[in-house]
């Protein structure tokens, strides 16, 4: 059974850090590659950032120079750390293996909200 378990968020002001992981379970971790999503209230699901089982990263252009995706195969664990949080970062964060799509049903995120 596949468990994907978020962590991290929290209340921060704007200019702030935090430092989310998501611990994997189930699933061969280390052949997998992994994203980082998001989602604010009454909108979409959207894409922030892959990391390939190569360790190549690609994000989205409203992260890129504040977030940086890594992970620890050992630990079956990806991470996001993101800096420089601005307001419109506030959304629900969720992670999952990355194929054309998410390949597994989604965890229960972690909240991030950045207060002005």
């Known amino acids: 059974q596949v468990q994907l378990v978020e962590s991290g968020g929290g209340l921060v002001q704007a200019g702030g850090s935090l430092r989310l992981s998501c611990a994997a379970s189930?699933?061969?971790?280390?052949?997998?590659?992994m994203a980082w999503y998001r989602q604010a209230p009454g909108k979409q699901r959207e894409l922030v950032a892959i990391?390939?089982?190569?360790?190549?990263?690609n994000y989205a252009d409203s992260v890129k120079g504040r977030f940086t995706i890594s992970r620890d195969n050992a630990k079956n664990t990806v991470y996001l750390q993101m800096n420089s949080l601005k307001p419109e970062d506030t959304a629900g964060y969720y992670c999952?293996?990355?194929?054309?799509?998410?390949?597994?049903?989604w965890g229960q995120g972690t909240q991030v909200t950045v207060s002005s």
């Open positions: 990391i390939t089982n190569g360790g190549s990263t």
């Open positions: 999952n293996a990355q194929a054309i799509r998410p390949m597994y049903n």
């Open positions: 189930g699933i061969i971790f280390s052949i997998n590659n």
